[in-house]
């Protein structure tokens, strides 16, 4: 079964420094991996995907995700933070065909100090 | 513009009414569609998986009688909830998939009184 783990619930970074989210996941194959963020109220927005190709993924709003096979890893990173990406931000697995089930993470909250 | 719609954003219901939760995709056909529920400070956790024209995948827990799917067609598809109790309250989200894509709708928040 796949599964996603989030090892960071809640993280709080000062605007304009560097961020990187952790995430690990469990899957038999090669899965297709994507970061979605969450707005409180909201739904989804997908932020980037993984499916195959260059294993570092360009994704909206500066953000970016490297698929580490060897660690079964696919981190997210950005830069520079802005105000306004405080927000939820979940990763997910799915088997490949792109619209199979996709198993969420727990999530990590992102706080934004000036 | 959003690629999946769902409808309403927000719905108060009485404990013992039902509530039908819409989610249409628009700009692809969705052959398959997906439901999830988000409990507060958690994340989205799978309900149930629905193919066009074809009865609905529960996932283990899920009470079938209790939250009926419908997908008729290959842009809508409907979440009812049943006899709606408190517990019942929660944040509810679709995503659509078809051609290789997968959008996830706005999320429907009830609040069973």
């Known amino acids: 079964a796949q599964s996603v783990t989030q090892p960071d619930i809640h993280i709080t970074v000062s605007e304009g420094a560097s961020l990187e989210l952790r995430c690990n996941y469990s899957y038999g194959a090669t899965p297709y991996l994507f970061w979605y963020v969450q707005s409180p109220g909201q739904g989804l927005q997908l932020l980037l995907k993984?499916?195959?190709?260059?294993?570092l993924v360009q994704g909206i709003k500066g953000f970016e995700a490297e698929f580490k096979r060897s660690q079964s890893s696919f981190n997210l990173r950005k830069p520079s933070v802005h105000w306004s990406d405080a927000a939820e931000y979940f990763c997910a697995v799915g088997a490949p065909g792109g619209y199979q089930k996709v198993t969420f993470g727990t999530g990590t909250k992102l706080q934004v100090i000036p | 513009g959003a690629v999946v719609s769902q409808h309403p954003s927000r719905v108060i219901c009485k404990s013992g009414t039902s509530v039908k939760i819409e989610c249409r995709s628009l700009?692809?056909?969705?052959?398959?569609m997906f439901w999830y529920r988000q409990f507060p400070k958690q994340s989205l956790m799978l309900m149930a998986t629905s193919n066009e024209g074809s009865k609905a995948t529960y996932e283990q827990g899920v009470e079938k009688d209790k939250f009926l799917i419908n997908h008729a067609s290959l842009t809508l598809s409907t979440l009812t909830v049943t006899s709606a109790h408190p517990e019942d309250s929660s944040f509810y989200i679709c995503?659509?998939?078809?051609?290789?894509?997968?959008?996830f709708g706005s999320g429907t928040q009830l609040s069973v009184l």
């Open positions: 995503s659509a998939g078809g051609d290789g894509k997968l959008f």
């Open positions: 700009d692809f056909q969705a052959t398959t």
């Open positions: 993984y499916f195959s190709g260059d294993t």
